[in-house]
């Protein structure tokens, strides 16, 4: 069983969700059986897969969220532990797999996120981040900061995106104001170091 789990996490890593919910399902991995219908699209079966285990789950009862959110309902709010450990997953994977649609979903539902954990901006802006959409990385940072002005990681996302958007000088203001609160952060240190090589080799005064 271990090795058939094995395989099918393997086929699913290379987007053969057909198969691996096979696998899945045979072996009563309802949650990930779940996850390869939602990601081909078949939002019945994969609701009734991630119901069938959804009161000892957590991850089958925020799949059910999600759903709920494709088809415009917002009325759950998942928990704090919840939000923290799946939505950028989520987000990712609808990106990874062009449902587009499934993400802008998820994404819209911000506002009600945030009521189960204040941090699903910033959660939101590191996956958007990671999948090189730095603009929308840097709005939803900014919503996070607007909260939570002292958070050096936003600081720091916030100043890579402007940096891989050719806006050297803005990277540079946000690693100055995350310099002013953490002195002694090392990636904030190097990558101001880098920024001032930068602009001072395009002829900017610093």
Do not use: W
Not at 36 to 57: G, P, R, S, T, V
Not at 83 to 95: C, D, G, K
């Amino acid at each position: 069983m271990i090795n058939e789990i094995q395989n099918a996490k393997e086929l699913f890593y290379q987007k053969k969700y057909k198969q691996a919910f096979e696998i899945f399902e045979s072996n009563n991995e309802f949650y990930y059986a779940g996850l390869c219908c939602l990601l081909q699209k078949d939002l019945d079966k994969a609701k009734k897969l991630f119901e069938k285990n959804k009161d000892n789950c957590p991850a089958c009862e925020f799949g059910l969220v999600v759903i709920d959110y494709i088809n415009n309902k917002r009325e759950k709010i998942p928990s704090f532990f919840q939000t923290r450990a799946f939505l950028e997953v989520y987000i990712s994977l609808f990106i990874e797999n062009h449902l587009e649609d499934y993400c802008e979903s998820l994404i819209s539902a911000c506002d009600t996120l945030f009521n189960g954990n204040p941090e699903a901006y910033k959660f939101i802006a590191r996956a958007l981040f990671a999948n090189g959409y730095f603009d929308l990385a840097i709005t939803f940072c900014k919503k996070s900061l607007d909260l939570f002005y002292s958070d050096p990681e936003a600081l720091l996302i916030v100043a890579q995106c402007y940096y891989l958007i050719n806006n050297k000088s803005e990277a540079l203001n946000y690693i100055k104001k995350l310099r002013r609160l953490i002195k002694d952060y090392y990636p904030a240190i190097l990558f101001e170091e880098i920024l001032i090589k930068d602009l001072r080799q395009q002829g900017v005064e610093i």
